[in-house]
């Protein structure tokens, strides 16, 4: 059975030969494979999101494709059509991008919320309908979205059930110094450097294997207990008009278990849930309209939340390591 720990260090590996400083995001979008998740990227333009997914796509051994939504875009642009063909006088189903096993839906917000719903079928069910006939999409099969959180006209912002679908919301920043210092002597030395240089490190068959084996990882009762506790209290905060659904417990849970494996372990704690808190959280929950003339961001309320929310103990939660200078000799 695969080792989840030694997919992730090698996607990681091969894609930082290009993307400098984006280990802890190749991770999540690793955790996103292994659990059959959807991401939505968000950060402002040049900050390489486009090329992260291509890069991830490249070393995961992916199919990738790259979808530019535009409010023009129809949804049969993205879900395929059926074509009539004249010398057979039968209809032909064109398949479109979404056929693939990594779907880029460059700048989401762009496209109309009739195009953006094309996806939800997807996205939930893992196939699309074309002229009443059911497709089933390549397994496996992921959508990266991203979106410009600074840019506005033109945009419609995802509804609450097109975000909720996505299992992680992850932000990219603008580099550091010493970061940004790393891409330039990169690019300048070869500008034409990038995604496509990444070579493949993994099969198809090994990310299968590997989903199996997070799906084994073990939980107790205080890790589900630690989460219900969390996803109620994204409910019950006064800032917070509607919380977190089911499904955002479930992906806390999957995601902590994708975490766990990846760690090497083969059962999750709670520090796996907390570190999973902000990005399968923080795009589910809807301000109240106080909240928001306030300028309380849902990060300030997850902060709030997690440091209220007592963790699980014992074997749930990571042990300190035993430093050997300080350990008791028995004298001979």
Do not use: C, W
């Not at 917070?240 to 704690?269: F, M």
């Not at 999973?276 to 997850?302: F, G, K, Q, Y």
């Not at 699980?312 to 028995?330: F, H, I, L, M, Y």
Request: aromatic share 4%; glycine share 6%; net charge negative.
């Amino acid at each position: 059975m695969t080792d989840p720990a030694t997919l992730a260090e090698d996607i990681s590996d091969e894609v930082s030969t290009v993307l400098v400083g984006m280990d802890d995001h190749v991770e999540s979008l690793t955790i996103a494979l292994l659990t059959r998740g959807h991401v939505l990227l968000e950060g402002v333009p040049g900050v390489a999101k486009t090329t992260l997914a291509n890069s991830f796509a490249q070393a995961s051994g992916l199919v990738y494709n790259r979808i530019q939504m535009t409010p023009d875009i129809l949804p049969a642009d993205i879900t395929g059509t059926s074509v009539y063909r004249e010398p057979t006088g039968n209809f032909e189903i064109r398949e479109g991008p979404v056929f693939s096993n990594l779907v880029v839906a460059d700048e989401i917000n762009r496209a109309t919320p009739k195009t953006q719903s094309a996806l939800l079928e997807a996205m939930a069910e893992g196939h699309v309908s074309i002229d009443r006939e059911t497709i089933s999409l390549p397994e496996p099969f992921l959508v990266i979205a991203t979106q410009n959180p600074i840019e506005m006209d033109g945009t419609f912002d995802l509804p609450e059930a097109q975000r909720d679908r996505f299992q992680q919301k992850l932000t990219i920043d603008l580099p550091g110094p010493e970061t940004e210092r790393a891409l330039l002597d990169q690019t300048g030395d070869d500008p034409t450097f990038g995604p496509d240089d990444i070579d493949a490190v993994i099969e198809l068959e090994t990310i299968s294997e590997a989903r199996q084996t997070v799906a084994d990882i073990e939980y107790e009762a205080p890790v589900r207990e630690y989460i219900l506790e969390l996803v109620k209290a994204t409910r019950d905060h006064p800032d917070i008009r509607h919380g977190a659904s089911p499904r955002g417990s479930q992906a806390l849970l999957q995601t902590a278990k994708a975490r766990a494996a990846i760690q090497g372990r083969d059962y999750v704690i709670g520090d796996d849930v907390k570190a999973m808190i902000e990005p399968v959280l923080r795009h589910r929950l809807v301000m109240t309209t106080d909240a928001d003339l306030s300028d309380v961001t849902p990060m300030d309320v997850l902060a709030d939340i997690t440091s209220s929310v007592t963790p699980p103990s014992g074997k749930t939660q990571e042990q300190p390591t035993a430093d050997k200078d300080t350990e008791e000799t028995v004298p001979e």
